[in-house]
């Protein structure tokens, strides 16, 4: 069966995240629905990421098998036709290797965290970003995010639930930009922990906000203490922006 690499982006407003559930509507079971409609013989779709409910995506990748071979323009077509009106799109199709993974050969993840910093409620960005109604101090946040890039035990900023054997994780970065009232936290690594992405920018929205001295920030990961990590930023605002594999992938 030929294999397939798709490039996926959502709106992850309406679903209980990527993961396939039962009674609750997911990413990865609307677009298994579409490849249903297009072969009916095509098993599951596994992605790179299995993002939480209300998390969103422009770069999700998946992989998956058909009994047949595609043209890859025609095959994102056809998936399209069938996803509607789900806000769900494969922005790319492309043939893959029989081996390629789509979860296992990622060398590197990249999330975007959006905080738009207004007093007025949302509108246009309602469930597409997290406001915070005063102004963030940037500088400050910087400098508390330089504490967590490296190698680290991360077991601060992560869930209680979460599933992964060790807390060790390496971050590559954590960059911080300013784009008027918008403030967007750019995080690359070859893997997260459970709600690691949005612990980090809750804590440092409380660096930003005055309320924590960037130093505390530093103090929290060396606790290694889950009580010491500040507020988990809400979902609404992050996004799944890109998976990278080794070159040919």
Same mark, same amino acid.
């Given at each position: 069966?030929?294999?397939?690499?798709? +490039?996926?982006?959502?709106?992850?407003?309406?679903?209980?995240?990527?993961?396939?559930?039962?009674?609750?509507?997911?990413?990865?079971?609307?677009?298994?629905?579409?490849?249903?409609?297009?072969?009916?013989?095509?098993?599951?779709?596994?992605?790179?990421?299995?993002?939480?409910?209300?998390?969103?995506?422009?770069?999700?990748?998946?992989?998956?098998?058909?009994?047949?071979?595609?043209?890859?323009?025609?095959?994102?077509?056809?998936?399209?036709?069938?996803?509607?009106?789900?806000?769900?799109?494969? +922005?790319?199709?492309?043939?893959?290797?029989?081996?390629?993974?789509?979860?296992?050969?990622?060398?590197?993840?990249?999330?975007?965290?959006?905080?738009?910093?207004?007093?007025?409620?949302?509108?246009?960005?309602?469930?597409?970003?997290?406001?915070?109604?005063?102004?963030?101090?940037?500088?400050?946040?910087?400098?508390?995010?330089?504490?967590?890039?490296?190698?680290?035990?991360?077991?601060?900023?992560?869930?209680?639930?979460?599933?992964?054997?060790?807390?060790?994780?390496?971050?590559?970065?954590?960059?911080?930009?300013?784009?008027?009232?918008?403030?967007?936290?750019?995080?690359?690594?070859?893997?997260?922990?459970?709600?690691?992405?949005?612990?980090?920018?809750? +804590?440092?929205?409380?660096?930003?906000?005055?309320?924590?001295?960037?130093?505390?920030?530093?103090?929290?990961?060396?606790?290694?203490?889950?009580?010491?990590?500040?507020?988990?930023?809400?979902?609404?605002?992050?996004?799944?922006?890109?998976?990278?594999?080794?070159?040919?992938?």
């Amino acid at each position: 069966m030929p294999r397939y690499k798709l +490039t996926i982006e959502y709106h992850g407003g309406p679903f209980s995240g990527w993961q396939r559930q039962e009674d609750r509507p997911s990413v990865q079971g609307a677009l298994e629905a579409a490849l249903a409609r297009i072969d009916p013989a095509a098993p599951t779709a596994t992605g790179a990421g299995r993002t939480d409910a209300g998390v969103h995506a422009t770069g999700q990748v998946a992989h998956c098998d058909l009994s047949r071979e595609w043209d890859p323009f025609r095959l994102a077509e056809a998936l399209n036709w069938h996803l509607k009106p789900a806000p769900v799109a494969v +922005t790319a199709a492309a043939p893959a290797p029989d081996d390629f993974h789509a979860r296992f050969d990622a060398i590197e993840r990249r999330y975007l965290y959006r905080v738009i910093c207004r007093r007025a409620p949302l509108t246009i960005e309602r469930g597409l970003a997290w406001r915070v109604p005063a102004a963030l101090d940037v500088e400050a946040m910087r400098r508390a995010a330089a504490h967590l890039v490296g190698r680290h035990d991360f077991t601060t900023f992560r869930s209680s639930i979460c599933q992964a054997k060790s807390p060790v994780r390496t971050l590559d970065a954590l960059e911080i930009e300013q784009l008027g009232d918008e403030i967007r936290f750019h995080v690359r690594a070859r893997s997260f922990l459970h709600n690691q992405v949005r612990s980090f920018v809750g +804590t440092l929205e409380r660096v930003g906000a005055g309320k924590w001295p960037p130093e505390r920030v530093a103090q929290a990961l060396a606790a290694r203490d889950r009580a010491q990590c500040g507020p988990v930023a809400p979902p609404d605002g992050l996004y799944l922006a890109q998976v990278r594999y080794p070159d040919g992938l």
